[in-house]
């Protein structure tokens, strides 16, 4: 089984930057493709950044290209987004997710890709 727990969510003002990690255990950290997702209340889910099994290849949503950045440690078994920048609608609770790797077109937008789900990391931007 493969747990994945996020933390470093948090209430932030307009304009500034937090960090979040998500750590994962119970299978080899590098074959996984990391995703991030977020909801807002009365929303549905939606993909905010994935990365690749090596690290090589980035994904963005448009809302948060330029301003967030996804990367991993693979000895830390840890993902990490950076957010910078942020306004009032990146507010909701934000959700780390694992792909195993396998065979096939991978689409890193599709919350339907991912295997393994945290429990999520709530953030809250004021303006």
């Known amino acids: 089984q493969v747990q994945l727990v996020e933390s470093g969510g948090g209430l932030v003002q307009a304009g500034g930057s937090l960090r979040l990690s998500c750590a994962a255990s119970g299978r080899t950290f590098s074959s996984f493709a990391m995703g991030w997702f977020r909801q807002a209340p009365g929303k549905e889910r939606e993909f905010v950044a994935a990365?690749?099994?090596?690290?090589?290849?980035?994904y963005y949503a448009d809302s948060v290209k330029g301003r967030f950045t996804i990367s991993r440690d693979n000895a830390k078994n840890t993902v990490y987004l950076q957010m910078n920048s942020l306004k009032p609608e990146d507010t909701a609770l934000y959700y780390c997710?694992?792909?195993?790797?396998?065979?096939?077109?991978?689409?890193?937008?599709?919350?339907?890709?991912?295997?393994?789900w945290g429990q999520g990391t709530q953030v809250t931007v004021s303006s």
């Open positions: 997710a694992a792909r195993i790797y396998r065979s096939g077109s991978y689409y890193p937008r599709d919350v339907r890709e991912y295997d393994y």
């Open positions: 990365i690749s099994w090596s690290g090589g290849s980035t």
